[in-house]
């Protein structure tokens, strides 16, 4: 499979890049209490940091609502995912445990403060390449609904959009059943590709100390 970033985006942010790890013969399952504690406790303080520096004044979260205008999206209408489980956790309305790759996944975005995404590799179709939505790019996702993307970067495959830094669908959805997953990590542009290397092995090792498995991590950006 062969990811790759859409070259117009580049003119009009040169340091955009994607991080991405390929999991291999993993399990996924309902989180183990190491996860479900670590989570809870990781939300409780980040709450009480959230009541003295707020959700907007995050450097991840602004660089992101940042990133959000160039492309052409209103970062107030819609909220990256980032954003929108922060403002979650600011109103003590903690996430709930879903299963490993989900919860997981979750603690991922909090604690990078970045959109993270999550896809089985099984229901992907061909390359995948990131893109701009227009007015007929779309589809049904994890929020129930059908969701528009224009002006939101978005992950295409041959079948058409499947991801994105606002809403994943359901499409492509982690389930119990997964054994081959992609997760894209869309890295803050300021961040420095040795950084962001550093931060992809920690999340893959993390990641397969709980699912087993392997991985193999890369950082897509301007070549």
Known sequence: ?????????????????????????????????????????????????????????????????????????????????????????????????????????NFFSLEYQIPVGIYDVHKLKGNVQLQVGDENTGYEGLNGRFNSLKGILTLHDDQGPFGSPFVDSARTAVTEHTTEAMEIFFLRPSMQENEAKELLNAAGQMFTQIHGGDFQSTVIRQS
């Open 1 to 105: 499979m062969n990811i790759e970033i859409d070259k117009n985006l580049f003119d009009i942010n040169p340091d955009l890049k994607l991080g991405m790890i390929h999991y291999t013969k993993i399990t996924v399952s309902e989180s183990p209490q190491m996860l479900k504690g670590r989570l809870q406790l990781f939300q409780e303080q980040l709450f009480f940091e959230l009541q003295d520096k707020p959700v907007n004044e995050q450097e991840g979260i602004k660089e992101w609502r940042q990133v959000w205008k160039q492309f052409g999206a209103d970062p107030n209408r819609y909220r990256h995912s980032a954003e929108a489980l922060m403002r979650r956790v600011s109103k003590e309305n903690y996430l709930q445990p879903f299963h490993s790759a989900v919860d997981l996944n």
